[in-house]
């Protein structure tokens, strides 16, 4: 299935991308819709013909525990609703500890990288499987950005894909922006993980900006497409014609008219590096042509039938995960998150400063996520939000959501006696009781209770 040019949805901007021309078909965070109705947005543009597909971002399939049925019944869910030709995640992992390691779960609120070892690949395999098998329509996955490697990996970026592929018929998204972060960050060469992974498996492919400080790339996808990140989607398009590309834009929208610009930025890249035999309109309507050989690109994955992208090799026979290897990669994912979220030491053989620069990374993104989930918080405690928040995070690891942690914050504020000002404080206690709910209550809550009354009596 050709999809063509897309453009990453989202509610800040969903008027200028129902008004975009040439757009195929979007992409949406599957966590951020609801799965029994749509926005109008998407309904609209669904009318229009223009293809919706999830994009998940918090089952953690790299992570040591095998996926949560809950969280892939509710990608199922969203995926039907949709009527997808494909759902889409993500190479990572986004929480660690629990019972496999008999410790607090941890949430880092964030993709990190798996290690590129045999251990973590027969995890992620099984656990690909296991998400195969929950969806009703073929399952991508996507290389992530890292700011840090880990020690004694034994395969490259391309090679660990191309494993993966074989093993499980999965299809691959390869963000290009996030091969250029991990050439500057980590030195690892996206022409090299290009000529060694399955091009043939790509379902489609992710453009977005970000921003270099102090020699660290960010992928912050609230930038322009740099020059850099559009070189590599030229490699990539000398290697294969990819049945989708899309602009991906999570914060700091720009004007439709700069979005239509990087769209048309895209579209001359596609253009340029294409072979000169192959050149024609990428667009859905226009370039359905079928693999290289003439055959219908819309085949299955081995497993199912599907159109959501050219389908790979049927995969190798399952192997059960040997035994500890659960273990071993979840006492090792544990100390590396513990590190970066807790302030535990540092495992051994990791960069030190890097881990510092992903700690801090960790905590602004939890700062901003929490904002945007709880804006009354900034409102209420103004100039000071940030570095309150900062200092609460420090010491506090994230066990559940950002709603969790908006609420933990609010409480952990109101019993060190803040805010100073007392209208400010009523709010913020106020805010909290209202969202609290309805639950025993632990010493911290008879304490904010308390100063709830002592407050209301003035």
Same mark, same amino acid.
């Given at each position: ?228 990140v559009l070189e590599v989607l030229a490699e990539l398009r000398s290697r294969v ?111 030190? *400063?890097?881990? %510092?620069?992903?700690? /801090?990374?960790?905590? #602004?993104? =939890? !700062?901003?996520? &929490?904002? $945007? ?65 309805? *639950?025993?209550? %632990?010493?911290?809550? /008879?304490?904010?209770? #308390?100063? =709830? !009354?002592?407050? &209301?009596? $003035?």
């Open positions: 299935m050709e999809l063509g040019i897309g453009i990453g949805w989202r509610p800040e901007i969903a008027d200028e991308v129902e008004a975009l021309t040439g757009v195929d078909w979007v992409e949406a965070v599957a966590e951020n819709l609801c799965a029994d109705h749509l926005p109008d947005s998407l309904v609209r543009l669904r009318e229009r013909g223009v293809r919706v597909v999830p994009h998940g971002v918090a089952l953690g399939l790299g992570g040591a525990d095998r996926p949560d049925p809950v969280r892939l019944a509710s990608l199922a869910a969203r995926a039907e609703l949709l009527g997808t030709p494909l759902v889409t995640e993500h190479i990572a992992f986004v929480r660690a500890g629990g019972p496999l390691t008999a410790s607090p779960r941890l949430e880092a609120g964030h993709l990190l990288p798996v290690p590129r070892t045999w251990d973590a690949l027969d995890v992620l395999c099984e656990n690909v499987r296991i998400a195969q098998d929950s969806l009703p329509v073929p399952l991508a996955l996507e290389n992530i950005a890292a700011l840090i490697t880990w020690p004694d990996e034994e395969l490259t970026e391309g090679q660990f894909l191309a494993e993966l592929v074989e093993r499980t018929g999965v299809r691959l998204l390869i963000d290009v922006a996030n091969l250029h972060t991990n050439h500057v960050n980590l030195g690892q060469d996206p022409a090299k993980a290009l000529d060694e992974l399955p091009v043939e498996a790509i379902a489609y492919v992710h453009v977005a900006g970000g921003v270099e400080k102090n020699g660290v790339w960010h992928d912050t996808h609230a930038h322009p497409v740099s020059e850099p014609d990819p049945p989708g590309v899309l602009l991906e834009r999570d914060d700091a929208f720009p004007p439709a008219a700069e979005l239509a610009g990087e769209l048309d930025a895209i579209r001359a890249t596609l253009r340029r590096a294409a072979p000169p035999a192959e050149l024609r309109p990428l667009t859905r309507d226009t370039a359905h042509h079928g693999d290289r050989d003439g055959s219908d690109a819309g085949g299955g994955d081995g497993n199912r039938g599907g159109d959501g992208g050219r389908a790979p090799a049927a995969p190798a026979p399952a192997a059960p995960v040997p035994a500890g290897t659960r273990d071993r990669t979840a006492v090792a994912q544990t100390a590396l998150l513990s590190a970066l979220v807790a302030g535990t030491p540092a495992p051994e053989g990791f960069d030190h *400063r890097r881990l %510092r620069v992903q700690s /801090r990374a960790l905590a #602004a993104k =939890r !700062a901003d996520v &929490v904002a $945007k989930v709880a804006p009354e918080l900034p409102e209420i405690l103004g100039d000071g939000y940030r570095a309150a928040f900062l200092a609460y995070a420090g010491g506090r690891p994230m066990s559940g959501g950002y709603r969790r942690d908006a609420l933990d914050f609010a409480e952990h504020v109101l019993i060190a006696g803040g805010p100073a000002d007392p209208v400010a404080r009523r709010r913020l206690t106020y805010w909290w009781q209202d969202r609290s709910g309805a *639950r025993p209550p %632990r010493r911290a809550t /008879r304490l904010v209770r #308390a100063a =709830r !009354a002592v407050l &209301v009596g $003035k």
